[in-house]
């Protein structure tokens, strides 16, 4: 691998319209891939059931490790809708294989970072006074000034997390760049676009309680119908919600890749061509 990699930033200033138009193009391009996106979830919950079985403590380690891999995975898927061309599942994953040891190092950086986002999480709690184990009834009588201040140290403990993986995956990927150096990129990509990016949380947000919403009404309805025995069902039905709304922001976390990063390897073969003909 590369250290330098072939990446370069976008010379393009961000505005708040570009979030939007992110937004727009991921549920686009998730259209195209759901059916890729549903089965590799699918194939990931058989996993993490299977796991589970063996050891519960081992399941949240699982998934952080390989979340780089699903969203290189689904970049991947988006890449070739957004060139019509078809798209295949064992070719989308045989991409990622070739590049596995870059993907299980950057797993590594991702369960370091959450295990160190989740130590400064508990930390912040004690410093606030919040307990650090919710209950129901702990639940049912909380202020609005504590859901609001758990919100906020919620994003705040995140927001590394999110940085730091927002690109790298792809730049792995798709500029072979090495795991630190796409962390590193990743990084600068979000906060040259932050506006963008401002725009296009607030829009998932909105997206998120439109969800709640809907996913409550048909709940509603489900009980209504099958009564308790129905709780299975709801549980797929929040799952369901849940899966599609992670899909669509994948989509469009890729459509944000496409525009904040350059590809100077590319650009190179695009100018060679250009001397050739001339």
Same mark, same amino acid.
């Given at each position: 691998?590369?250290?330098?990699?072939?990446?370069?930033?976008?010379?393009?200033?961000?505005?708040?319209?570009?979030?939007?138009?992110?937004?727009?193009?991921?549920?686009?391009?998730?259209?195209?891939?759901?059916?890729?996106?549903? !089965?590799?979830?699918? /194939?990931?919950?058989?996993?993490? +059931?299977? =796991? %589970?079985?063996?050891?519960?403590?081992?399941? $949240?380690? *699982?998934?952080?490790?390989?979340?780089?891999?699903?969203?290189?995975?689904?970049?991947?898927?988006?890449?070739?809708?957004?060139?019509?061309?078809?798209?295949?599942?064992?070719?989308?994953?045989?991409?990622?294989?070739?590049?596995?040891?870059?993907?299980?190092?950057?797993?590594?950086?991702?369960?370091?970072?959450?295990?160190?986002?989740?130590?400064?999480?508990?930390?912040?709690?004690?410093?606030?006074?919040?307990?650090?184990?919710?209950?129901?009834?702990?639940?049912?009588?909380?202020?609005?000034?504590?859901?609001? !201040?758990?919100?906020? /140290?919620?994003?705040?403990?995140? +927001?590394? =997390? %999110?940085?730091?993986?927002?690109?790298?995956? $792809?730049? *792995?990927?798709?500029?072979?760049?090495?795991?630190?150096?796409?962390?590193?990129?990743?990084?600068?990509?979000?906060?040259?676009?932050?506006?963008?990016?401002?725009?296009?949380?607030?829009?998932?947000?909105?997206?998120?309680?439109?969800?709640?919403?809907?996913?409550?009404?048909?709940?509603?309805?489900?009980?209504?119908?099958?009564?308790?025995?129905?709780?299975?069902?709801?549980?797929?039905?929040?799952?369901?919600?849940?899966?599609?709304?992670?899909?669509?922001?994948?989509?469009?976390?890729?459509?944000?890749?496409?525009?904040?990063?350059?590809?100077?390897?590319?650009?190179?073969?695009?100018?060679?061509?250009?001397?050739?003909?001339?």
């Amino acid at each position: 691998m590369n250290d330098n990699g072939n990446t370069q930033l976008s010379e393009k200033v961000f505005s708040w319209r570009d979030g939007r138009h992110w937004f727009d193009v991921g549920i686009s391009l998730f259209k195209q891939v759901k059916n890729f996106w549903y !089965l590799n979830c699918l /194939l990931l919950g058989v996993l993490v +059931l299977l =796991i %589970a079985n063996i050891a519960i403590g081992l399941v $949240a380690i *699982v998934v952080i490790f390989a979340s780089p891999l699903i969203t290189a995975y689904m970049m991947n898927a988006c890449k070739y809708a957004a060139s019509n061309e078809i798209l295949n599942f064992s070719m989308l994953w045989q991409q990622i294989v070739k590049r596995l040891n870059a993907f299980m190092l950057l797993g590594v950086i991702s369960a370091l970072l959450s295990v160190a986002s989740y130590y400064i999480h508990i930390q912040l709690l004690h410093v606030f006074n919040l307990p650090v184990d919710l209950t129901e009834d702990l639940v049912a009588g909380m202020t609005g000034k504590e859901a609001l !201040l758990r919100a906020v /140290l919620n994003v705040i403990t995140s +927001l590394p =997390i %999110a940085l730091a993986l927002a690109f790298s995956p $792809a730049l *792995v990927l798709f500029q072979d760049n090495h795991p630190f150096q796409g962390v590193k990129y990743s990084v600068l990509g979000v906060i040259r676009s932050w506006k963008a990016f401002v725009t296009l949380t607030l829009l998932f947000l909105l997206v998120f309680f439109g969800v709640v919403l809907l996913a409550s009404f048909v709940i509603a309805i489900i009980m209504a119908v099958m009564g308790p025995s129905s709780q299975i069902l709801v549980n797929i039905v929040v799952l369901f919600f849940a899966v599609t709304a992670a899909g669509i922001g994948l989509c469009a976390q890729y459509q944000a890749y496409t525009e904040v990063f350059q590809d100077k390897k590319e650009e190179g073969d695009h100018d060679t061509e250009i001397y050739a003909e001339i």
